[in-house]
Nanobody
Framework: VQLQASGGGLVQAGGSLRLSCAAS????????MGWYRQIPGKEHEMVAM????????NYGDSVKGRFTISRDSAENTVSLQMNSLRPEDTAVYYC???????????WGQGTQVTVSS
């Protein structure tokens, strides 16, 4: 599975950004796709996941109500709309896909999101 992420960048506090991630290659069914982030000095944190089989979503507590993950019309693509961004959202964001009967994890390249105060 290859994951191609796009989006990210620099924005002022209160602004918005959108991340997208597309999965390609030959693989069994995707169980879930979404985003984790790495904030310097902190543990890897789940941001948002879209669960394909149930069409449901999970969010990290710190982003609930501000971020929205959706599954795009392209079958294996998800997008993350990030609103009301805060400086503490500054991190490297990694696309994640959980695939097949063993729920194997695949990761995309990180994309930097920087929120200035």
């Amino acid at each position: 599975v290859q994951l191609q992420a796009s989006g990210g960048g620099l924005v002022q506090a209160g602004g918005s950004l959108r991340l997208s991630c597309a999965a390609s290659g030959t693989f069994p069914s995707i169980n879930a796709m979404g985003w984790y982030r790495q904030i310097p000095g902190k543990e890897h944190e789940m941001v948002a996941m879209f669960l394909f089989k149930s069409d449901s979503t999970n969010y990290g507590d710190s982003v609930k109500g501000r971020f929205t993950i959706s599954r795009d019309s392209a079958e294996n693509t998800v997008s993350l709309q990030m609103n009301s961004l805060r400086p503490e959202d500054t991190a490297v964001y990694y696309c994640n896909a959980q695939v097949g009967p063993l729920n194997s994890n695949f990761w995309g390249q990180g994309t930097q999101v920087t929120v200035s105060s």
